[in-house]
């Protein structure tokens, strides 16, 4: 599994990847991707791949999804332009609103479409993992919508730092089952969400939130949020007449990320930055920059760039954004990094918190920790780049941040309630 | 003899002598690690195969059993380079030693440097849950090299071309996964889990061993009749971490 590519296996794999022809039969981009699973979900996954390409080229499929996406999820997402953001920044900023969308983030996109996806082959429950429990809460929401069953997997750390959404899984009528194995967060939720789907592959269906995962996942993931990218070139060229010099998106499993990205990769004009979680700084353990610092390695069913030790076990990372506590990134990031399309840079916690509350005051919008970080990577690119016109994912809202929000401030202040000083022109 | 030849080697022995094969599993130094090979020796002395457990972080096929005792083990300071070590310097073991491992530790160890390091620890054969046979072309390259055997899962919801396929591909033995699920599992075998064994039986021209939730003798004794050998791991692991003689437990097992 060579992943030194040379330079015209680079260009010849993204011309690949742009003409579509990418995963291949194989399920790999290039060195990564692949199914590297139980032997158990073997079959399963083969079944499930036949039931992707039957379901994405099949009209009604897509006709129904479209009018699901409409009328349930509320898309399109708007295209805002951020007016005292540009001032600030020196250019011209526009900001692609997952956050509008029902149950606010991108995360709705993929579930609802992986829930129909799920009553299509026949399922008679649904599995879904969660993070920040935004991908949590638009699994039950989807679920209740097409009428199956959810059991929602999220670590116990992740069930104290983002409270609110455990309730709404809750009140949308999943089964949240608390894990308290492994590290406890995100990735000890894939791990537990795996061991339900080998116990019970014949009649569950998996429903993964992030471009990670075996062959389909990483595909179909794109697939489904390609709809953030698709949106927002179409808007911003009837909203200016052009398009941007630059789009930014966090990255953590890089859902969000693959989503803006993936339909602008043949608009070569266009810079593509993605933004991972710098946590507390450099070294092991104390970040969630994957591509930054990684290697390759297989963890959760793909051989994509991971944060593990000398002896391959997997790290603990840290992010003030549980959406981002992940110590991996999708296959499909793993070659844009490769063939150099993309280019990943991080934002630390601290960065991204200052960022929740400029874009607060400045817009009179609360973006979620994990989209504050896109917005860090974007500020800084302004820095180097004036005059130019930039698109930033705003992958979600940040209601479900306020626990730590509150924290935060009365950590680094002795008061709770302390004014926001920060001023804008 | 080429070390994968020795595993069926070993479990054609007991077929002969008429009793079922035992395959037991321990994660390496667990519960303790001062005390691996001594454990290790023990265990052996009943077994006709070990198979040792290299644990890992992430073990999404294991049961809370295995998990419980590969994070202890990670905790104690084990890694692979660590067990490699220590059987290369462990001697008078003659029971055939299979490594059970995560596909990540191995890939840190570098292929190559492993099946060397291995068969110059006595190792004789490798499983690797989450390697399916589509993607494990370079790895058992790399055994091959060393003649290390590549140890096939097959599971009751492998279709029958691919249980063919898997059955041909595997080297030392064929793993019958008897219940399509998680290691250390409580309940009762499937109902159908025979005509299973048998199916996989007729495919097999090496022995075949059932395992996931072993964990009685009468259940030995009714795998036994339609396989060449049982795997016991979580139940050994439980019986190991509550400081109990594991030749007393793995003796019951074989009805002795």
């Given at each position: 599994?060579?992943?030194?590519?040379?330079?015209?296996?680079?260009?010849?794999?993204?011309?690949?990847?742009?003409?579509?022809?990418?995963?291949?039969?194989?399920?790999?981009?290039?060195?990564?991707?692949?199914?590297?699973?139980p032997?158990t979900l073997?079959?399963?996954?083969?079944?499930?791949?036949?039931?992707?390409?039957?379901?994405?080229?099949?009209?009604?499929?897509?006709?129904?999804?479209?009018?699901?996406?409409?009328?349930?999820?509320?898309?399109?997402?708007?295209?805002?332009?951020?007016?005292?953001?540009?001032?600030?920044?020196?250019?011209?900023?526009?900001?692609?609103?997952?956050?509008?969308?029902?149950?606010?983030?991108?995360?709705?996109?993929?579930?609802?479409?992986?829930?129909?996806?799920?009553?299509?082959?026949?399922?008679?429950?649904?599995i879904?993992e969660?993070?920040?429990?935004?991908?949590?809460?638009?699994?039950?929401?989807?679920?209740?919508?097409?009428?199956?069953?959810?059991t929602v997997y999220m670590g116990a750390v992740?069930i104290?730092?983002?409270?609110?959404?455990?309730?709404?899984?809750?009140?949308?009528?999943?089964t949240l089952v608390p894990v308290q194995s492994g590290d406890r967060t995100l990735r000890a939720a894939i791990d537990e969400a795996f061991r339900d789907w080998v116990s019970n592959h014949?009649?569950s269906?998996?429903?993964?939130?992030?471009?990670?995962?075996?062959?389909?996942?990483?595909?179909?993931?794109?697939?489904?949020?390609?709809?953030?990218?698709?949106?927002?070139?179409?808007?911003?060229?009837?909203?200016?007449?052009?398009?941007?010099?630059?789009?930014?998106?966090?990255?953590?499993?890089?859902?969000?990320?693959?989503?803006?990205?993936?339909?602008?990769?043949?608009?070569?004009?266009?810079?593509?930055?993605?933004?991972?979680?710098?946590?507390?700084?450099?070294?092991?353990?104390?970040?969630?920059?994957?591509?930054?610092?990684?290697?390759?390695?297989?963890?959760h069913?793909?051989?994509?760039?991971?944060?593990?030790?000398?002896?391959?076990q997997i790290?603990?990372?840290?992010?003030?954004?549980?959406?981002?506590?992940?110590?991996?990134?999708?296959?499909?990031?793993?070659?844009?990094?490769?063939?150099?399309?993309?280019?990943?840079?991080?934002?630390?916690?601290?960065?991204?918190?200052?960022?929740?509350?400029?874009?607060?005051?400045?817009?009179?919008?609360?973006?979620?920790?994990?989209?504050?970080?896109?917005?860090?990577?974007?500020?800084?690119?302004?820095?180097?780049?004036?005059?130019?016109?930039?698109?930033?994912?705003?992958?979600?809202?940040?209601?479900?941040?306020?626990?730590?929000?509150?924290?935060?401030?009365?950590?680094?202040?002795?008061?709770?309630?302390?004014?926001?000083?920060?001023?804008?022109? | 003899?080429?070390?994968?030849?020795?595993?069926?080697?070993?479990?054609?022995?007991?077929?002969?002598?008429?009793?079922?094969?035992?395959?037991p599993f321990m994660t390496a130094g667990y519960p303790?690690?001062?005390?691996?090979?001594?454990?290790?020796?023990?265990?052996?002395?009943?077994?006709?195969?070990?198979e040792?457990g290299v644990p890992f972080t992430d073990p999404m096929a294991d049961g809370v059993t295995i998990q419980r005792s590969s994070h202890a083990a990670l905790a104690n300071?084990v890694?692979?380079?660590?067990?490699?070590?220590?059987?290369?310097?462990?001697?008078?073991?003659?029971?055939?030693?299979?490594?059970m491992s995560y596909?990540?530790?191995?890939?840190?160890?570098?292929?190559?440097?492993?099946?060397?390091?291995?068969?110059?620890?006595?190792?004789?054969?490798?499983i690797?849950p989450d390697?399916?046979?589509?993607?494990?072309?370079?790895?058992?390259?790399?055994?091959?090299?060393?003649?290390?055997?590549?140890?096939?899962?097959?599971?009751?919801?492998?279709?029958?071309?691919?249980?063919?396929?898997?059955?041909?591909?595997?080297?030392?033995?064929?793993?019958?996964v008897t219940v399509a699920g998680i290691t250390g599992g409580s309940q009762d075998l499937?109902?159908?889990?025979?005509?299973?064994?048998?199916?996989?039986?007729?495919?097999?021209?090496?022995?075949?061993?059932?395992g996931f939730g072993v964990r009685s003798?009468?259940q030995?004794?009714?795998?036994?009749?339609?396989?060449?050998?049982?795997i016991v791991g979580s139940a050994l692991v439980e019986q190991l971490e509550a400081g109990k003689?594991p030749?007393?437990f793995?003796?019951?097992?074989?009805?002795?």
């Open positions: 599994m060579r992943v030194d590519l040379t330079k015209a296996e680079r260009k010849k794999l993204l011309m690949q990847l742009i003409a579509g022809d990418l995963p291949d039969a194989r399920g790999r981009y290039g060195p990564f991707g692949g199914r590297y699973v032997e073997v079959p399963t996954l083969e079944r499930m791949e036949r039931g992707v390409h039957e379901s994405l080229s099949d009209e009604t499929f897509l006709g129904e999804l479209d009018r699901e996406l409409k009328q349930w999820v509320g898309r399109p997402t708007p295209l805002t332009f951020a007016g005292r953001l540009s001032r600030r920044w020196g250019v011209e900023v526009y900001l692609k609103r997952e956050d509008l969308a029902h149950t606010g983030a991108h995360k709705i996109n993929n579930a609802l479409g992986q829930a129909l996806l799920a009553r299509r082959l026949g399922a008679q429950r649904v879904a969660t993070g920040a429990g935004q991908h949590g809460v638009a699994a039950a929401a989807a679920c209740a919508r097409v009428d199956i069953p959810c992740d104290e730092r983002q409270a609110p959404n455990v309730d709404r899984m809750y009140q949308l009528g999943a014949d009649n269906y998996y429903l993964l939130g992030s471009a990670v995962g075996p062959h389909p996942y990483p595909y179909l993931v794109q697939r489904l949020q390609s709809v953030i990218g698709t949106e927002a070139r179409a808007q911003i060229l009837a909203m200016t007449d052009a398009l941007p010099d630059a789009a930014f998106a966090c990255v953590g499993g890089g859902s969000n990320a693959i989503g803006l990205f993936h339909p602008l990769l043949a608009d070569e004009s266009i810079e593509l930055i993605g933004i991972e979680a710098g946590g507390r700084g450099t070294g092991l353990g104390h970040n969630a920059a994957t591509l930054a610092t990684g290697r390759p390695g297989v963890l069913g793909s051989y994509s760039i991971l944060l593990y030790d000398d002896d391959g790290q603990e990372t840290h992010s003030v954004s549980a959406g981002l506590d992940y110590p991996g990134v999708g296959p499909e990031h793993a070659l844009l990094q490769a063939t150099g399309r993309v280019r990943y840079v991080s934002a630390t916690d601290t960065e991204a918190l200052e960022a929740v509350h400029e874009c607060c005051s400045a817009e009179g919008i609360l973006p979620a920790l994990e989209s504050a970080h896109a917005l860090v990577g974007a500020r800084n690119w302004a820095r180097e780049n004036p005059g130019k016109r930039i698109v930033i994912g705003l992958s979600g809202r940040g209601d479900k941040d306020q626990p730590t929000l509150s924290q935060q401030s009365s950590d680094t202040n002795d008061t709770v309630e302390q004014p926001r000083s920060l001023t804008v022109p | 003899m080429l070390p994968h030849g020795k595993i069926a080697s070993a479990l054609n022995v007991a077929t002969a002598a008429g009793r079922v094969a035992m395959v303790e690690r001062d005390g691996f090979i001594d454990t290790l020796r023990e265990v052996a002395r009943y077994g006709d195969v070990v040792i300071g890694s692979l380079q660590w067990i490699l070590d220590e059987l290369a310097g462990a001697s008078g073991i003659n029971t055939p030693l299979v490594l596909l990540n530790p191995l890939l840190a160890f570098g292929f190559d440097a492993l099946a060397k390091h291995a068969a110059q620890a006595g190792v004789c054969g490798f690797v390697l399916p046979y589509e993607e494990s072309g370079e790895f058992r390259s790399a055994l091959a090299t060393e003649n290390l055997g590549m140890i096939q899962l097959v599971t009751p919801a492998t279709p029958e071309a691919r249980l063919e396929k898997l059955c041909a591909a595997s080297q030392g033995f064929i793993y019958a499937p109902v159908d889990v025979t005509d299973y064994l048998d199916r996989v039986k007729s495919c097999a021209s090496i022995p075949v061993c059932a003798a009468e030995v004794a009714e795998l036994g009749a339609h396989a060449d050998g049982v003689d030749s007393i793995l003796q019951q097992l074989v009805g002795k």
